[in-house]
């Protein structure tokens, strides 16, 4: 079996910024609008009047500040409350591939690989913006890669997942360099009139290069010791989003064909389930929590990673050691915890070890572990 390396990342952050202020204005004149049009159904007791959202909940409840997005005044205006993306031609490049491009070649360039090097590319995010062809094979002709192209669909785990298949490509033989990429779109799948959920999300891409430790020219790579991968059966993060939608009208449009979720649940059942599964697995490879520098963790509830962090450690980690970019980015699914290693990893020395692991809907879970070269 070859040994594996990752041996460059990138990221694609869009151009607009929105505060948890803008968007809970944004929200508030939604709420006012809805309830004045309804105010004699109100008054009636015909129906519920809706509630206000608080900057002041998000924070405590998330830990989110801000996010990055494609699209700021679509989503911002409370008539459409929707990203506004164009729907652009066959020939020109679709938005995820452009995301995708623009990711894959900072983490081409930090590898010091050319695509001709390129043998294999995977997109693995959550959701695909069309069936086929595939988003990958779209982005393997806009880098001029040789080779096969796959998508894969793991919710937030998709970029550990990734990662796992990836790696046992290129130590079975069959695969030489592998680019991964994760272009989330989460903006267009989030319900911006849903006060329990309408501030989770923000939008980004990530791309990671790994391939053959021998055959690897990057000063700045990690080996990968192993993955993990488990998932369950659970119907408490759902998006019933589907190409069988059309065949019954009376579902079209309707809240459940965006993200829901039911968050205390999410959280309560989630946490330990990761806790457990990244000691577990720096079990398996004979490593002791304590020995790990750093936990680049999925980035989606500040109090989330603060408790796994606590279940794994035994204690609280520090910034440093478990770093947090959702107050600026928000949940980017797959991409969060590998926009955390993209930005936090440059410091670690020879022979460090870290931990990237998501977690999600199915349930999924996933943990990488990563020895500094
Ligand atoms: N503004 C103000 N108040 C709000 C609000 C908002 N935007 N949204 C909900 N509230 C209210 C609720 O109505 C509730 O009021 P009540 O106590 O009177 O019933 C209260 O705040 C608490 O709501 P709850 O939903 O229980 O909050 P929470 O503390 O569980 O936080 C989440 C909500 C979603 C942030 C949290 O559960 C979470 O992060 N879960 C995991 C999410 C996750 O990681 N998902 C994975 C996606 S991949």
Redesign the pocket.
Known sequence: MNQVVISGTGLFTPPHAISNEEL?AS?NRYVQQYNAEHATAIAAGECEPL????V???V???GIQSRFVLDKDGLLDPDRMTPLLLERSNDELSVQAEMAVHAAREALENAGRSAADIDMVIVAC?NMQRAYPAVSIEVQHALGIHGYAFDMNV??SSATFGIQTAANAIASGQARVVLMVNPEICTAHLNFRD??????FGDACTAVVLERADLAVSAHRFEVLGCKLVTLFSNN?RNNAGFLNRCDERGVGAPDKL?V?Q??K??KE?CPMVGEHIVDHLAELELAPGEVRRFWL?Q??L??NELIARRVLGREASRDEAPVILDRYA?T?SAGSVIAFHLFSRDMTEGQVGVLSS???GYSVGSVVLKKY
């Open positions: 809970v929200f509630a206000e959202s608080s002041e909940f998000i405590k409840a998330s959550s919710a937030c006060r329990d959920s309408h501030f989770i993060i993200f979720q968050g205390r999410v959280f989630v999925h989606a509830n109090s989330m949940n699914s977690f999600g809907a």
